[in-house]
């Protein structure tokens, strides 16, 4: 707890206001009792009018003379409203993972509308879709009607969309949409009610229609979980089940749990999952009760959402990361669907993950917290051996659906007998079998975190940092640089192994691997979906649709294409390049390689016919791939983790990376090594074990340059004294060009 003589406080707390706190004087008779997210009652404005107000932090740094401050009057009564849940939430994320208060408030609190007269117009088709088709051709041959055609595009493919987004992300003018509501193809509506962002979903008569029977294994999770809760015990649990063993079911059937006893439920689930399906089956199932959240609505929509939350219109709601903040005042249970997914983690301060801060906000509403994984995060499962989380197994696909087929092809063999595509044998022959059989194939090319590291073909070797076993990464000029410690060699020509000169880095993209299929099987149907075809906001769904429609054979793709949706008629799945990301040059890279396989895998003989999966590799002896070829989580777990204790990587022990950014690279590398030292005097030498600082492997983005270092500890409480220490040694050096973050158990390298 923070003790001090003078109050922070906001009155009307919101998003826009936290830039402006008030400093109060704290009276004797609270000094004690006065807490962060408090509510309070100040003296306001020039006539001292009576107002409410919440307790933002509390400091010894007047920020005026103090016999200018004005004094708190008391604390109000009642119970802690959302407002001061949402703050103690904004505390805790500034103390565990290093932000400012402002920032911190500024993740928890929603950013209000600025133009409600605007967004809260839409644009609807009024014409027949046919007719509006037909215009769209039209406008679409003449250079003059881009923008209607642009306009009629989204029209046609959405029936609606908001004034604000045809202005801003169409780039259409008034006058353009004048023309065509006057033609009679569209009209304007002016709305004031709230927007509701799945209200082109099918209308659902308040659920009810499929109840399914839950099996005995999800019947015990539900029963436990909300028999705890009655029991004024809530607690955490984790659901480890493979795709298609019925964890929504399970998630579904406790809503129902929540909602009946007037509770409310915040699903969590990786942005890249939120498809038209997945919000489908809750509104099916719960009708008007749900709403999404989500980065593709506007500013104006996401507000609402949050609005409407606290009113209590909705009661459920569902979407990514941060619609963990959804202040409902009646939580009852948050659920994190592939709790595994980086995705959790924030990518700018607080650097927080969601898993961690939902256990804390459970934590004040007195709420269950359920995590769900086919391929549980390190963390939870080793949480869940320890008795921090209790475990669930989902052993069976509950639609039927034998598990698939898993081959490991060694590509160092085909090398050997000549063969140097990228594709190997037996996947080309069960690729020409499906396109003869009229079955669909998925080729996935696994290039996440592909750091550029450099392996032998011949052999598989991978060259290696001798301090950090993490792979190296090429650089320009022919160096290999390890980016945990510095620690750098100049390239080899040949294999320190065996002496190959096929030691190199892997350059083919989705585009080749396209390419070439055209080239070796011109007659297949190809669709290709990663981060170049999928930049319009619908792509994504539109290409997936498509493929399930059966308008491709061959779907080929980034790691997008291994989650989200269900492809019945895919009876085979590719996995080229398995080893990318097994040598991202980070501790994790053994984990996500794991879960992406497991995942691809997954993808293959969903429906009826049974599946076959290929999975390339130089290193069939890989831990990471011999447990996702044989599907045994178990195995991978148990081996993965012996290698996080040997190295003390997280979850072993805990691990904080210490980012200095600099407008010069000298003084960059010198802030980050007092840094390091500092952190290494404040706690003593063996409580903290400090690693570099190095240039980041990014080692300048634009003209600020990256130093990164790396502080390991057994105890997470000790990396946090040492980074409020640094906070400290920062606030008082101000140091003019260079910007520090702080990074928590990081995801990955920098
Ligand atoms: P997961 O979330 O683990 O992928 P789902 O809950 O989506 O699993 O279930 C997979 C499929 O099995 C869905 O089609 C679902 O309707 C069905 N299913 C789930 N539970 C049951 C059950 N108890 N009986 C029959 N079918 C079920
Ligand atoms: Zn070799
Ligand atoms: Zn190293």
Redesign the pocket.
Not at 212 to 215: W, Y
Not at 241 to 251: A, D, L, N
């Given at each position: 707890m923070m003790t001090g003589r003078y109050a922070d406080i906001i009155v009307d707390i919101s998003h826009e206001n936290v830039d402006r706190p008030f400093q109060y004087r704290i009276p004797d008779s609270l000094r004690d009792k006065l807490e962060t997210g408090m509510r309070i009652v100040v003296p306001f404005g020039g006539g001292n009018r009576e107002v409410e107000g919440y307790v933002i932090g509390i400091t010894d740094r007047a920020k005026c003379a103090e016999d200018k401050m004005k004094e708190i009057l008391r604390i109000s009564d009642g119970d802690i409203p959302i407002e001061g849940i949402q703050i103690k939430m904004a505390a805790w994320l500034r103390y565990q993972y290093g932000s400012t208060m402002i920032t911190a408030l500024k993740t928890v609190l929603p950013a209000r509308k600025r133009t409600r007269g605007l967004q809260s117009r839409r644009i609807c088709l009024k014409a027949s879709e046919r007719e509006a088709r037909e215009l769209l051709k039209k406008c679409r041959v003449r250079k003059t009607q881009a923008a209607r055609a642009r306009l009629l595009e989204r029209l046609c493919e959405e029936g609606e969309l908001s004034y604000e987004r045809a202005l801003r992300e169409l780039a259409v003018s008034p006058g353009v949409i004048h023309t065509l509501e006057k033609n009679g193809i569209l009209t304007v509506v002016s709305e004031d009610r709230y927007r509701d962002p799945i209200s082109h979903a099918a209308p659902t008569p308040d659920g009810e229609e499929k109840r399914?029977?839950?099996?005995g294994e999800?019947q015990r999770i539900v029963r436990d979980v909300l028999a705890d809760y009655d029991a004024g015990k809530p607690d955490r649990y984790l659901v480890h089940?493979?795709?298609?063993?019925?964890?929504?079911?399970?998630?579904m059937e406790l809503i129902a749990g929540m909602l009946a006893r007037g509770r409310q439920a915040i699903v969590l689930i990786p942005e890249i999952a939120l498809t038209y399906q997945t919000v489908a089956?809750f509104t099916a199932r719960f009708g008007k009760r749900v709403s999404v959240l989500h980065s593709r609505l506007s500013a104006g929509e996401k507000y609402d959402q949050c609005e409407r939350a606290k009113k209590g219109e909705i009661d459920i709601i569902i979407g990514p990361r941060s619609a963990l903040f959804t202040p409902f005042p009646r939580l009852g249970l948050i659920v994190i669907?592939e709790e595994h997914e980086a995705s959790y983690k924030s990518e700018t301060a607080p650097r927080y993950h969601a898993r961690e801060a939902a256990a804390e906000l459970a934590g004040y509403f007195g709420a269950s917290l359920v995590l769900?994984s086919?391929t549980p995060s390190l963390e939870s499962y080793y949480a869940a051996q320890q008795g921090r989380l209790r475990k669930y197994e989902?052993s069976r696909?509950?639609?039927g659906g034998e598990l698939a087929k898993v081959y490991v092809e060694d590509m160092r063999e085909e090398l050997k007998s000549g063969n140097r595509s990228i594709f190997s044998r037996r996947l080309l022959q069960l690729l020409a079998k499906r396109l003869e059989a009229g079955e669909q194939s998925m080729l996935f090319l696994n290039r996440r975190g592909y750091a550029g590291f450099v392996s032998c073909r011949a052999c598989g070797h991978v060259m290696k940092c001798p301090h950090c076993d993490v792979s190296l990464s090429e650089h320009g000029g022919g160096r290999l640089v390890c980016h945990y410690c510095g620690y750098e060699q100049p390239a080899v020509k040949r294999c320190p192994a065996c002496g190959s000169k096929y030691i190199l880095g892997f350059r083919a993209g989705t585009e080749q691997v396209e390419e070439q299929i055209r080239r070796l099987f011109p007659q297949a149907r190809t669709l290709r979906m990663d981060a170049d075809t999928t930049r319009r906001k619908d792509s994504h769904e539109v290409i997936l649709t498509s493929f399930l429609g059966g308008k491709a054979d061959i779907l080929i793709g980034t790691q997008m294409i291994v989650k989200g949706h269900d492809f019945p008629d895919v009876t085979l799945v590719g996995i080229l390049a398995a080893d990318l990301s097994l040598h991202a040059g980070d501790y994790r890279a053994g984990e996500r390689t794991f879960q992406l396989l497991t995942q691809a895998a997954g993808r293959a003989g969903r429906g009826e016919k049974p599946g076959e999966v290929v999975i390339q590799t130089y290193q069939p002896e890989h831990h990471a791939v011999r447990y996702a070829a044989a599907q045994d989580y178990k195995g991978f777990y148990e081996e993965e983790m012996a290698y996080r204790r040997l190295l003390s990587y997280p979850p072993a022990a805990h691990m904080m990376a210490v980012l200095v950014l600099s407008k010069e690279e000298e003084a960059g590398m010198s802030l980050a090594g007092e840094l390091a030292q500092r952190a290494a005097g404040v706690c003593g030498e063996g409580a903290l074990h400090i690693i570099g600082p190095a240039p980041a492997a990014i080692s300048r983005i634009g003209d600020r340059y990256r130093a990164v270092f790396y502080a390991r500890s057994g105890s997470a409480k000790t990396l946090i004294a040492a980074r409020e220490a640094l906070e400290e040694l920062l606030e008082r050096k101000r140091p003019q060009t260079e910007t520090v973050q702080f990074d928590f158990d990081p995801m990955s390298r920098y």
């Open positions: 399914l029977v839950l099996s999800q089940g493979i795709t298609g063993s019925g964890k929504t079911e399970v998630y089956r669907d769900g086919a989902l696909r509950l639609t």
